[in-house]
């Protein structure tokens, strides 16, 4: 076994792409890494100019270290900048434009390279910005602000894939400024029981009218239960995904003698969500890659063709899985260790009992 003992130190990474990359190769691939080259000399003279280290490359990707906050904001700043006048003049054939993401953290320095989180969140970071655009953690904006004359844009609290953190965009124009706030679904049922007063269950009495429509007593009784009844649900459910990891609602349904069938195929779901989701974007770049860029009834036909790709490879998936589990001795239910009894624990029974108790009172009394 080795003993050396893990490098670490703390460190500013500056994470850069280019955006739509795929695609410029697909049209011009030549004039594409000209630009690339021409773009990647103005980047490595910078990280010169500011006392940058740049320690990873792959393609239209790059990675640097910096020692100081401010000189890493002000290199991506000068870079950005650099890169619209290039493009405002024309002077290459293909126009590239990038993404820029900066975080400051602890890294493990391995063979030249440097890993970790710290890195991670410079990379989400990076594919959080807009084209064209510089996003900074929490971190980094503690320790530029009032060093700088740059204007910040809060985007709160952000999760991309795995990772979440807090972070902000440098307005670099006023078109760049945004808003990121989770878009709220409607819910069906929550429109569906609004009309739920229009209705009468037998000889209900009116209550009173509204546009000269009857509002009956059952009706209404039924929709202000059925609000009570999704707000407490939802409410409850916020709380139990806010405080309870995966393992332990997996723990937690077996204490509560779920079928062990459901609990598999929960399992697998939280297990291999992240693969559907790359494979997805996997599928969407390539479209992209290939023009796809229809809109309406004419955008159809590709978009049937990528999910039938899709559906086709998560089964042959799922299939060589399933016979891999099954040579290793998978009977069909899934064991965990036994745990010592949590106060989260106590979510899951009050969610059976409220549970029970509505349809108990729904169909029983």
Do not use: W
């Not at 990359?21 to 490595?44: G, N």
């Not at 700043?77 to 400051?104: D, H, M, P, W, Y």
């Not at 000889?203 to 999704?230: A, C, H, Q, R, W």
């Amino acid at each position: 076994m080795p003993t050396k003992e893990i490098d670490r130190k703390i460190a500013v990474i500056f994470a850069t792409d280019v955006v739509n990359y795929s695609k410029h190769m697909e049209i011009d691939e030549s004039e594409t890494v000209k630009s690339l080259r021409f773009y990647e000399k103005i980047l490595k003279g910078l990280f010169k100019k500011y006392n940058g280290n740049l320690f990873n490359s792959g393609g239209d990707s790059f990675m640097a270290e910096f020692v100081s906050a401010v000189d890493a904001v002000e290199c991506a700043v000068e870079f950005q900048k650099k890169i619209k006048t290039s493009n405002a003049s024309s002077s290459t054939k293909v126009t590239l434009e990038f993404r820029i993401g900066i975080n400051t953290g602890d890294v493990i320095k391995e063979k030249g390279n440097l890993l970790g989180e710290g890195v991670n969140i410079a990379a989400r970071l990076e594919a959080l910005a807009l084209a064209g655009g510089i996003s900074v953690s929490k971190s980094v904006f503690d320790y530029v602000k009032g060093k700088t004359k740059h204007q910040f844009n809060d985007l709160g609290i952000q999760k991309v894939k795995q990772n979440e953190f807090h972070a902000f965009d440098i307005v670099l124009d006023p078109s760049q400024k945004r808003s990121l706030k989770p878009k709220q679904s409607k819910v069906l049922i929550t429109i569906l029981a609004l009309f739920l007063p229009f209705l009468s269950k037998g000889d209900s009495t009116v209550m009173f009218e509204f546009f000269s429509l009857p509002i009956y007593e059952t009706g209404f009784n039924e929709m202000i239960s059925i609000l009570i009844k999704i707000t407490l649900c939802v409410s409850l459910a916020i709380v139990l995904t806010a405080t309870t990891s995966n393992i332990e609602i997996i723990y937690g349904l077996q204490k509560l003698k779920i079928s062990p069938l459901l609990i598999s195929i929960l399992s697998f779901a939280i297990r291999y969500i992240d693969v559907f989701i790359d494979e997805f974007k996997r599928v969407k770049v390539a479209m992209k890659s290939r023009g796809y860029d229809q809109k309406g009834l004419r955008g159809l036909k590709p978009i049937a063709y990528a999910s039938g790709a899709m559906l086709i490879r998560g089964y042959e998936r799922g299939e060589r899985v399933y016979n891999s589990m099954i040579s290793r001795g998978f009977n069909g239910s899934i064991e965990l260790k036994k745990r010592e009894f949590k106060k989260s624990y106590l979510l899951y029974y009050l969610s059976f009992i409220s549970i029970a108790t509505t349809i108990v009172e729904r169909f029983l009394i």
